[in-house]
T-cell receptor
Framework: GENVEQHPSTLSVQEGDSAVIKCTYSDSASNYFPWYKQELGKRPQLIIDIRSNVGEKKDQRIAVTLNKTAKHFSLHITETQPEDSAVYFCAASRSSGYNKLIFGAGTRLAVHP | DSGVTQTPKHLITATGQRVTLRCSPRSGDLSVYWYQQSLDQGLQFLIQYYNGEERAKGNILERFSAQQFPDLHSELNLSSLELGDSALYFC????????????FGSGTRLTVV
């Protein structure tokens, strides 16, 4: 069935370093890949997404890359700041029809000052 | 405020009881999705409704049921509650049948004692 694997489960970096989170998906028909950030006790919030017709997308300090052949996609955060500390979830979905998001298990990112 | 409203925010109940969680989607959104997030776990898809009709089912227990009403609000009913049902329950909404612009509510924290 549909499955999304996410690594690492925890990530600790120093402020100013880069952080990379990787996901792989099983459904080859998936073509929409969003990333969500969830701060403690709060709702997940969309931070960036990518569709299968592009290989990379950037928004200030965050970027996402997609390799459809290998069925994996990654989140890159540069110049990390303490406020980037949160749990990050990747997700995958087909974009047509009645399609839901399937989420990875999450990565707990800690940015130390 | 995401525009997706979930009530109640917190719920404490005993094993064997039944509860109802409520979700009002963003204005104009026709799809509602329910997810379960257990402690330090990912977001498990439960069920999706589109314009009043069930459209997709995930790993939803037979003790759980849901519906979407003509005014598009949705209710998730959990019965014969067990300790393991303690979790955060999120609903999300999107405009159409696809998952673009998926927005989450603030969640209902259910504690079964």
């Amino acid at each position: 069935g549909e499955n999304v694997e996410q690594h690492p489960s925890t990530l600790s970096v120093q402020e100013g370093d880069s952080a990379v989170i990787k996901c792989t998906y099983s459904d080859s028909a998936s073509n929409y890949f969003p990333w969500y950030k969830q701060e403690l006790g709060k709702r997940p919030q969309l931070i960036i997404d990518i569709r299968s017709n592009v290989g990379e997308k950037k928004d200030q300090r965050i970027a996402v890359t997609l390799n459809k052949t290998a069925k994996h996609f990654s989140l890159h955060i540069t110049e990390t700041q303490p406020e980037d500390s949160a749990v990050y979830f990747c997700a995958a979905s087909r974009s047509s029809g009645y399609n839901k998001l399937i989420f990875g298990a999450g990565t707990r990112l800690a940015v130390h000052p | 405020d995401s525009g997706v409203t979930q009530t109640p925010k917190h719920l404490i109940t005993a094993t064997g009881q039944r509860v109802t969680l409520r979700c009002s989607p963003r204005s104009g959104d026709l799809s509602v999705y329910w997810y379960q997030q257990s402690l330090d776990q990912g977001l498990q898809f439960l069920i999706q409704y589109y314009n009043g009709e069930e459209r997709a089912k995930g790993n939803i227990l037979e003790r759980f049921s849901a519906q979407q009403f003509p005014d598009l609000h949705s209710e998730l009913n959990l019965s014969s509650l067990e300790l393991g049902d303690s979790a955060l329950y999120f609903c999300a909404s999107s405009a159409g049948q696809d998952p673009y612009g998926y927005t989450f509510g603030s969640g209902t924290r259910l504690t079964v004692v």
